[in-house]
T-cell receptor, first 114, second 114 residues
Framework: EPEVTQTPSHQVTQMGQEVILRCVPI?????FYWYRQILGQKVEFLVS????????KSEIFDDQFSVERPDGSNFTLKIRSTKLEDSAMYFCALRASSTTDTQYFGPGTRLTVL | GNSVTQMEGPVTLSEEAFLTINCTYTATGYPSLFWYVQYPGEGLQLLLKATKADDKGSNKGFEATYRKETTSFHLEKGSVQVSDSAVYFCALSDPLRGNNRLAFGKGNQVVVIP
């Protein structure tokens, strides 16, 4: 199973602040995803990323969110102006290639917006 | 659209008991089906998967069979251990959607009592 790390493990921020969550795949993957899990609720898809561009995004992924892979390694999720309802666990997931449909998840970042 | 339904409520059982967690799905195409497990304080780990009708996924004593006629993918284990205490998520991925976004069920908390 591929290793995926996420940093930070826990982020506490004030409402209106910008946060950047990072995902670092240990091995080469082509497809990247962000999901979130609000406490006690379903894991929800946010966005998928392939070939350095967004390939699909959900209705949750509005203008406050952005993703990039600036150095060809780290995959980041930025929230420009956090809201209380952004408090959740954010999971990065990776898929190796188009010939597999299995996604492997990172340990998650717990974001708390005060 | 694609969706996954898991039985309501936590599951509490004694060690060595038989575990069943129900999962049904709705999909427009021919999805791949997954069970992910989330141990306390950790991220999502792939437990098992099945990619076509009548396939059986198995891992760590857990099994689930892809039943197209009943659109189900119920998870079973014959004899649970305390270490199986976790949250279990059923999920599907529709390969017709090129990005293979995952749709998750709400999850079931399983508590195994010694």
């Amino acid at each position: 199973e591929p290793e995926v790390t996420q940093t930070p493990s826990h982020q506490v921020t004030q409402m209106g602040q910008e946060v950047i969550l990072r995902c670092v795949p240990i091995s080469n993957h082509l497809y990247f995803y962000w999901y979130r899990q609000i406490l006690g609720q379903k894991v929800e898809f946010l966005v998928s990323f392939y070939n350095n561009e967004i390939s699909e995004k959900s209705e949750i992924f509005d203008d406050q969110f952005s993703v990039e892979r600036p150095d060809g390694s780290n995959f980041t999720l930025k929230i420009r102006s956090t809201k209380l309802e952004d408090s959740a666990m954010y999971f990065c997931a990776l898929r190796a290639s188009s010939t597999t449909d299995t996604q492997y998840f990172g340990p998650g970042t717990r974001l708390t917006v005060l | 659209g694609n969706s996954v339904t898991q039985m309501e409520g936590p599951v509490t059982l004694s060690e060595e008991a038989f575990l069943t967690i129900n999962c049904t799905y709705t999909a427009t195409g021919y999805p791949s089906l997954f069970w992910y497990v989330q141990y306390p304080g950790e991220g999502l780990q792939l437990l098992l998967k099945a990619t076509k009708a009548d396939d059986k996924g198995s891992n760590k004593g857990f099994e689930a069979t892809y039943r197209k006629e009943t659109t189900s993918f119920h998870l079973e284990k014959g004899s649970v251990q305390v270490s199986d205490s976790a949250v279990y998520f059923c999920a599907l991925s529709d390969p017709l959607r090129g990005n293979n976004r995952l749709a998750f069920g709400k999850g079931n908390q399983v508590v195994v009592i010694p």
